[in-house]
């Protein structure tokens, strides 16, 4: 079992940054993924990182604002963002998978419960 917790979610203008935390319990020796989910849209992929931090990959649209880390030694996976835009917001979760690398939904057997992310104009 793997117990995920996000914080860092909140509030920012256009332009502005936040720096998502996911915090894991229990086995942790897994691949993690950060999903966004927006009111009335699917759950998308985001950004993941591979279980030792060498590999790491991120969807087209935050390629160069986002960039995503890890600290084994603290069971944290950070995901810092860069200047962030209003279509930016959403919902954000991240996910553990004890096997497989993937950018899908249904690849992650663990997620957390999500940490709100609004960019305002």
């Known amino acids: 079992q793997v117990q995920l917790v996000e914080s860092g979610g909140g509030s920012v203008q256009a332009g502005g940054s936040l720096n998502l935390s996911c915090a894991a319990s229990g086995r942790t020796f897994y691949n993690i993924g950060w999903f966004r989910q927006a009111p009335g849209r699917e759950r998308e992929f985001i950004s993941l990182i591979d279980k030792t931090g060498d590999g790491t990959g991120y969807t087209d649209s935050v390629k160069g604002r986002f960039t995503i880390s890890r600290d084994n030694a603290k069971n944290t996976v950070n995901l810092q963002m860069n200047s962030l835009k209003p279509e930016d917001t959403a919902v954000y979760y991240c996910?553990?998978?004890?096997?497989?690398?993937?950018?899908?939904?249904?690849?992650?057997?663990?997620w957390g419960q999500g940490t709100q992310v609004t960019v305002s104009t």
């Open positions: 996910a553990a998978s004890t096997s497989t690398l993937s950018t899908k939904v249904s690849s992650y057997e663990y």
